[in-house]
């Protein structure tokens, strides 16, 4: 079974939430996808609700961006460990380089073909599986986009 069944997902778009969610249950109906609209509703979610297993983060969010979520969530020692994607339609190296230099674990630009997302959301979920304690850790970082590069 896999251990990243509830997962925190910031997504102000929701033809984007619905369809990472669609796809999500077509890999495993198992999942818990928990959606916040807004970078400040994720941070109000991580402080006061039961910690997630697993957070996607846009990067263009109202109010806080998925940045700023980012570097609370690496700032704050109970929610540290837990491994973030960002999960952007962005592919600018900038953007890229900037999560991984505040610590996200992936960078995922998003696809728009729901095949495409569901083998992207297995191999993360498989990394994040066969390496945990990397994963956690922030070591092992691989840029995951939609064309499966890497």
Known sequence: MNKFTNIL??????DDYLFFAETLQTISPFYNV???????DCI?????????DLIFLDLNMPLKNGIECLKFIKDTENLAFIPVIIYSTSHYIKDIDCAFKN?????????????QLHEVLCILF????QDKEKAVKGKFVVRITADMTT
């Open 126 to 129: 498989e990394r994040l599986s």
């Open 103 to 115: 610590d996200a674990h992936y960078y995922i630009v998003k696809p728009s073909d729901q095949h």
């Open 44 to 52: 109000t979610y991580l402080k006061n609700q039961p910690k997630p």
């Open 9 to 14: 997902l910031a997504e102000d778009d929701n």
């Open 34 to 40: 928990i959606r916040v609209k807004n970078g400040l």
